[in-house]
């Protein structure tokens, strides 16, 4: 079945540090990528999506792109800040049933002054 | 504004007590969603409906229920039945074709006392 499998967290990082997180997944077919990002409290927000192979999505600052040679979709900042503190998701969408997401087990990033 | 609502963001029940929890949209989509998300893991899938009067049960349905009479309602029941409740519960919606993001709600924070 397909899986998602997200570096563990926390991640702390200064402000204006350059950010990774990790992100590999196992599929069948071509599935859609997403990052999904979460603030204390609060439901998941889409923060970017790619659909095929070699796509990058991009939002506010964020990069990731659809690798499917190492099947991975690795989030990048260039300068993280303070409000950037949150959980970010990994998810896959299958090629099957409607729009169903698996979702990696989320990292948590904490930035400081 | 489109959205999902959720409500109410903090509810309490003792044990032994079923309860509802409320998901309405208006984004006009056809598919909804529940899942359950405990402290540090990722979102697991309870139940979905791809239509109304049809739902299928996710990866943790055991000790829960829903209904979909309404497209834009997905009321889910959390019973005696699920051994361990509390929990923040997030409601999602999508268009019910493959590869698209949902969207969610703010979510409930379920304790039982």
């Known amino acids: 079945g397909n899986s998602v499998t997200q570096m563990e967290g926390p991640v702390t990082l200064s402000e204006e540090a350059f950010l990774t997180i990790n992100c590999t997944y196992t599929a069948t077919g071509y599935p859609s990528l997403f990052w999904y990002v979460q603030y204390p409290g609060e439901g998941l927000q889409l923060l970017l999506k790619a659909t095929k192979a070699d796509d990058k999505g991009s939002n506010k600052g964020f990069e990731a792109t659809y690798r499917k040679e190492t099947t991975s979709f690795h989030l990048e900042k260039g300068s993280v800040q303070v409000s950037d503190s949150a959980v970010y998701f990994c998810a896959l969408s299958g090629t099957g049933t409607a729009s169903k997401l698996t979702f990696g087990t989320g990292t948590r990033l904490q930035v400081t002054l | 504004d489109g959205g999902i609502t959720q409500s109410p963001k903090y509810l309490f029940r003792k044990e032994g007590q079923n309860v509802t929890l409320s998901c309405e949209q208006n984004l006009n989509h056809d598919a909804m969603y529940w899942y359950r998300q405990d402290p540090g893991q990722g979102l697991r899938l309870i139940y979905y409906s791809q239509i109304v009067n049809d739902f299928q049960k996710g990866d943790i349905a055991e000790g829960y229920s829903v209904s979909r009479e309404k497209k834009e309602s997905f009321p889910l029941t959390v019973t005696s039945a699920q051994k361990n409740p509390t929990a923040f519960y997030l409601c999602?919606?999508?268009?019910?074709?493959?590869?698209?993001?949902?969207?969610f709600g703010p979510g409930t924070r379920l304790t039982v006392l």
């Open positions: 999602a919606s999508s268009i019910a074709e493959p590869n698209n993001e949902q969207f």
